[in-house]
């Protein structure tokens, strides 16, 4: 019987189109944008949270396996649920199905995308973000509103991707890469963030490796 073990999986996230994220309005500083994306408090780098990549790639999937519970993510506890097993059974405390098999990590800058935000800045004195102006328009007058501004990613930027996957001893580790695959085939088939239908946040996965070996994803 296998033992248990823990695989990490690594990969660059590269946006193919802007990516936005939301941050925390907070109080508005003076000539602030309006819809400012999530950055680290610290270094003020955009990130994007772990829980975001979670909550898409498990929303995804909920739909791919029809484990769809009202507005509300799945919670039926069962074993052979993926969902449940791998993402957690949402407000589900007699479950019997151990820890969360997927935990997420925030995706910060690769050392790459560091060193090309740091050369941007320096000469073109801007980081790898933009402002989007946006008009809604109210479909009753026809008539432009106030614009709102928009902040995102710019296309090309890169982030490194880090999500451990637990195996417990005698579980079938190829069951969860397979549903793994798929969810990272679905999050590039539909988008991250906000915006999507409007063409923000694609994304593809580059140099996926489990355990620092490159993996072709299919199982
Ligand atoms: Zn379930």
């Given at each position: 019987?296998s033992e248990?073990r ?5 990969a660059v996230?590269?946006?193919?189109t802007?990516l ?5 309005e907070?109080?508005?500083?003076v000539?602030s ?16 949270p772990g829980?975001?990549?979670?909550g898409k790639?498990?929303?995804?999937l909920?739909?791919a396996?029809?484990k ?5 993510p799945?919670?039926?506890?069962e074993?052979?649920?993926?969902i449940c ?9 007699r ?5 969360t098999?997927l ?6 800058y690769?050392?790459?995308?560091r060193?090309?935000?740091r050369?941007?800045m ?6 790898p973000v ?5 008009n ?12 709102r ?6 296309p090309g930027?890169e ?6 996957l637990?195996v417990?001893r005698g ?6 890469l ?8 679905w999050l590039e088939d ?8 409007r063409?923000?946040g694609k994304i ?6 489990l ?6 994803r299919?199982?």
């Amino acid at each position: 019987m296998s033992e248990a073990r823990v695989i990490n999986l690594t990969a660059v996230l590269e946006c193919v189109t802007g990516l936005r994220i939301g941050g925390s309005e907070g109080p508005l500083a003076v000539g602030s944008i309006d819809n400012p994306i999530i950055r680290d408090p610290v270094t003020r780098e955009p990130y994007i949270p772990g829980s975001s990549l979670k909550g898409k790639m498990r929303s995804c999937l909920e739909r791919a396996y029809n484990k769809i519970n009202g507005d509300r993510p799945c919670g039926c506890g069962e074993p052979d649920c993926p969902i449940c097993v791998l993402f957690g059974p949402h407000f589900n405390t007699r479950h019997r199905l151990g820890p969360t098999r997927l935990l997420f990590r925030d995706a910060f800058y690769t050392a790459e995308q560091r060193e090309r935000a740091r050369k941007l800045m320096q000469e073109m004195g801007q980081e790898p973000v933009e402002v989007k102006t946006e008009n809604i328009i109210n479909r009753v007058t026809n008539q432009a509103q106030h614009p709102r501004q928009m902040e995102r990613v710019i296309p090309g930027t890169e982030f490194e991707v880090n999500i451990s996957l637990i195996v417990l001893r005698g579980e079938d580790e190829n069951w969860f890469l397979r549903i793994l695959a798929e969810g990272l085939k679905w999050l590039e088939d539909t988008y991250l963030g906000s915006s999507g239908s409007r063409g923000y946040g694609k994304i593809r996965f580059k140099d996926v490796r489990l355990d620092g070996k490159p993996w072709d994803r299919i199982v």
